[in-house]
C-alpha cells in the first residue's frame, strides 16, 4: 500500500460514462441543506421538479448517488495508489463551469491524478475530473485535493504556495447556513458512503468525537447561499468556485460565511461559530459572471 508516483502520473486517464435525473438533484439538494422553507418560492425552486434549479456543485455528485449504483465506501484505490481510507482527507476542491449543469442528463466523465505534492508528513494528491456532453463539449472541471496522512517524505515538489487574501475591512456580507442533526445521513445518499459521517467508532478510530459532515456538503451548502443571497437566485452567474478545508464540521453546528466582493469575485471565509469561529472554509473564492 502507498503512493507510486511516478505510476500515478504516468497512468492514462479513466473515462466513463454518467447519469444523473431530477430526483439525484433533489436529493443532492436536501443534503446541502434546502427545502427548509419550501414554501417560499424561491426555495421550492431548489426542491420541486417544475422549473427545478441546479447548484453548480451537483457536479461533485452527478452520477454516484444510489440510483447509480453507489452503495460501497469509497477507497483511494487509483493507478499507482493504494491508501487506507481512515489515513485521507479531503483538503481541498476547486470547480470551473463551462455550462449551466442540467437538472438531469448524461456526461463522458475522464479523471486523472495531476499531481501528487510532498509535504513532508504527509502527501497531498490532485484527482482532476472533466465532464462534457454528448457533442463532447465541456460542462464542467474539478480538481480534488486529497490529504494523505504519512505518505510524504519521498523528496517531491511541496506544490504551489496559493493563498487567497481576506480584504482587510469588514466583509460586505455574512451568511448564515444552519445545518441539522441528520444532514451527513442525506447527504451520503448522493454517493460519498464514507462510514466517517455515519458510525461513531470509524469516526473515533479517525481522531473525532462524532461522525462529522462532509467537506463536499460544507462546499455545496456555502455556494447555494451565496446564489441565494447574493446571486439573485441564479446558478449561472458562478463561474469557478475554489476552497481549502480547513476544519471539520458536526451535523446540526452553523456555517458562517464572510463575503468580500471585488470585480467579478467574491472572497469567503467560513467559519462555526459555536466553537468561537473554528475555520471550515479558507482560501475561498468565487469567480462570478
Same mark, same amino acid.
Request: glycine share 10%; aromatic share 6%.
Given at each position: 500500500?502507498?503512493?507510486?508516483?511516478?505510476?500515478?502520473?504516468?497512468?492514462?486517464?479513466?473515462?466513463?460514462?454518467?447519469?444523473?435525473?431530477?430526483?439525484?438533484?433533489?436529493?443532492?439538494?436536501?443534503?446541502?441543506?434546502?427545502?427548509?422553507?419550501?414554501?417560499?418560492?424561491?426555495?421550492?425552486?431548489?426542491?420541486?421538479?417544475?422549473?427545478?434549479?441546479?447548484?453548480?456543485?451537483?457536479?461533485?455528485?452527478?452520477?454516484?448517488?444510489?440510483?447509480?449504483?453507489?452503495?460501497?465506501?469509497?477507497?483511494?484505490?487509483?493507478?499507482?495508489?493504494?491508501?487506507?481510507?481512515?489515513?485521507?482527507?479531503?483538503?481541498?476542491?476547486?470547480?470551473?463551469?463551462?455550462?449551466?449543469?442540467?437538472?438531469?442528463?448524461?456526461?463522458?466523465?475522464?479523471?486523472?491524478?495531476?499531481?501528487?505534492?510532498?509535504?513532508?508528513?504527509?502527501?497531498?494528491?490532485?484527482?482532476?475530473?472533466?465532464?462534457?456532453?454528448?457533442?463532447?463539449?465541456?460542462?464542467?472541471?474539478?480538481?480534488?485535493?486529497?490529504?494523505?496522512?504519512?505518505?510524504?517524505?519521498?523528496?517531491?515538489?511541496? #506544490?504551489?504556495?496559493?493563498? %487567497? /487574501? =481576506?480584504?482587510?475591512? *469588514?466583509?460586505?456580507? &455574512? @451568511?448564515?447556513?444552519?445545518?441539522?442533526?441528520?444532514?451527513?445521513?442525506?447527504?451520503?445518499?448522493?454517493?460519498?458512503?464514507?462510514?466517517?459521517?455515519?458510525?461513531?467508532?470509524?469516526?473515533?478510530?479517525?481522531?473525532?468525537?462524532?461522525?462529522?459532515?462532509?467537506?463536499?456538503?460544507?462546499?455545496?451548502?456555502?455556494?447555494?447561499?451565496?446564489?441565494?443571497?447574493?446571486?439573485?437566485?441564479?446558478?449561472?452567474?458562478?463561474?469557478?468556485?475554489?476552497?481549502?478545508?480547513?476544519?471539520?464540521?458536526?451535523? #446540526?453546528?452553523?456555517?458562517? %460565511? /464572510? =463575503?468580500?466582493?471585488? *470585480?467579478?469575485?467574491? &472572497? @469567503?471565509?467560513?467559519?462555526?461559530?459555536?466553537?468561537?469561529?473554528?475555520?471550515?472554509?479558507?482560501?475561498?473564492?468565487?469567480?462570478?459572471?
Amino acid at each position: 500500500m502507498g503512493i507510486d508516483v511516478k505510476a500515478a502520473l504516468a497512468a492514462p486517464p479513466t473515462v466513463r460514462e454518467v447519469s444523473w435525473t431530477e430526483r439525484d438533484v433533489l436529493l443532492y439538494h436536501l443534503g446541502i441543506g434546502a427545502g427548509g422553507t419550501s414554501s417560499e418560492p424561491a426555495e421550492l425552486g431548489w426542491v420541486f421538479e417544475k422549473n427545478l434549479r441546479v447548484v453548480p456543485t451537483f457536479a461533485m455528485v452527478a452520477g454516484q448517488g444510489i440510483s447509480a449504483g453507489a452503495t460501497d465506501p469509497p477507497g483511494m484505490a487509483l493507478p499507482g495508489i493504494d491508501i487506507d481510507l481512515r489515513k485521507i482527507l479531503h483538503s481541498g476542491q476547486s470547480l470551473t463551469l463551462h455550462a449551466p449543469v442540467p437538472a438531469s442528463g448524461s456526461a463522458r466523465l475522464s479523471s486523472r491524478v495531476t499531481e501528487v505534492w510532498d509535504k513532508g508528513k504527509a502527501a497531498v494528491i490532485v484527482l482532476e475530473h472533466s465532464a462534457s456532453d454528448s457533442d463532447r463539449k465541456p460542462l464542467w472541471t474539478s480538481a480534488m485535493q486529497i490529504w494523505a496522512r504519512g505518505e510524504g517524505g519521498f523528496g517531491g515538489s511541496a #506544490g504551489p504556495d496559493s493563498t %487567497t /487574501a =481576506v480584504p482587510e475591512r *469588514e466583509p460586505d456580507a &455574512v @451568511l448564515v447556513s444552519r445545518t441539522t442533526a441528520d444532514q451527513a445521513l442525506v447527504y451520503r445518499l448522493s454517493g460519498d458512503m464514507n462510514p466517517l459521517h455515519a458510525d461513531p467508532k470509524f469516526a473515533k478510530m479517525a481522531g473525532f468525537d462524532q461522525p462529522i459532515l462532509h467537506g463536499l456538503a460544507s462546499y455545496g451548502v456555502v455556494c447555494k447561499a451565496v446564489v441565494d443571497r447574493l446571486l439573485d437566485g441564479d446558478p449561472g452567474r458562478v463561474r469557478h468556485y475554489s476552497v481549502r478545508f480547513a476544519g471539520s464540521l458536526y451535523p #446540526g453546528e452553523t456555517i458562517e %460565511t /464572510a =463575503v468580500w466582493r471585488t *470585480e467579478n469575485q467574491l &472572497v @469567503l471565509r467560513a467559519s462555526c461559530p459555536e466553537r468561537g469561529d473554528q475555520p471550515i472554509l479558507t482560501h475561498a473564492m468565487m469567480e462570478i459572471r
